[in-house]
């Protein structure tokens, strides 16, 4: 199939890429380059073909031809979209309905949604399947749930969209975000000897490994229209649900010499819960291919090989809002988030 991926340069991008190539899609990146050089170590991420553009001036001569978009492109977590509500909206709600408009007036049939569990919210500690309730707590969250409104409304014989609600991520990539908190939990264990929580470590967390991640987009593409027309999967293994206690736990054994220390600001955390993602098994025959003990170990291989440093991981180039706010402050993007004429 010819694939559109929107967002390709970011976190999860490099895994997705590996997937759909080894598949033998034809694939085409479209990113602004919030991140574009933001690589840790010396492995590049794979290349393909790509288009430079922000999501909210593509128009459909940008996706004629292709079969299929995934749409990755976004601001992608809470405290990023904490920092400007607004445009967290523009670009996650709005701007998807203009990348999912685009690809239907250009004929292609398939939408994939990089939809988030966030939209769930405060669910408590029973396991949730797709048809819970939406009851988001921040503005990620909320633009996740406008974004899956506005595409159900565009549902039709011809165009297919199809949310995927993504645990929450982790494992290795060159375009690693420490900001996720199996990496950066992994990143202070390895870097100061603590595996330093921030917040009580209660909440309920599903999670999920970045390559697993792209084997469900890769199911998603590939299914016959009537399993996924329309439809959501919640992403990850039912079995992978963790209170962030019990993370810390296990990345305490994996990284030997580590210790567990808790922030003196630590307190409980509202997004708190579990899903059930059985759908995704039973009808795509998604397989979990990691656990999160073996992404800690994934992580902790790679530090070491790389030499990974405290300022790394804390860093701009490798924690989302710090990136943002300097491109902001170094006049690079403007307040909605858009390249300027400096950047050029
Ligand atoms: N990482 C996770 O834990 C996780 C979990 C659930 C859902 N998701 C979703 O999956 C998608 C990809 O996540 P990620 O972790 O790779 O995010 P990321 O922040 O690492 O990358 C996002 C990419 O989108 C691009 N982008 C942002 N705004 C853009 C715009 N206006 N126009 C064009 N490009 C733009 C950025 O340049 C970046 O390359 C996102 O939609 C995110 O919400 C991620």
Redesign the pocket.
Known sequence: MKIAI????????PALINELGTAGHELTG??????ADCILGDEQPPAIDEVT????DLTPAHLAGFDAVI???????DPLGDLRPGVTEQ??GD?TLIVARAAREAGVHRFIQ?????LYGAHGDAPIDESAEWLPVTPYGKS?VEAEIGLREMADDSFTPVYLR????YGWSP?L?GD?VVNNLTGYAMTTGEVFMKSDGTPWRPLVHTEDIAQAMRLAVEAPQELVHNEAFNVGASSENYQIREVAKIIEEVVEGSVIALSESAGPDLRNYRVNCDKLAERLGFEARWTVRAGAEQLAAKFREIGLTKEQLEGSSYQ?VARIKELLADGRLDED?RFGAKAA
């Open positions: 929107t967002g390709h340069a970011g976190y999860l991008g479209f990113d602004s380059g919030l991140y553009i922000d999501i909210r749409h990755y492109a976004g601001l992608s977590n670009i996650n701007g990089s939809s988030s569990c966030s996740k993504n645990a929450t991520a375009r975000r996720l989302r988030l």
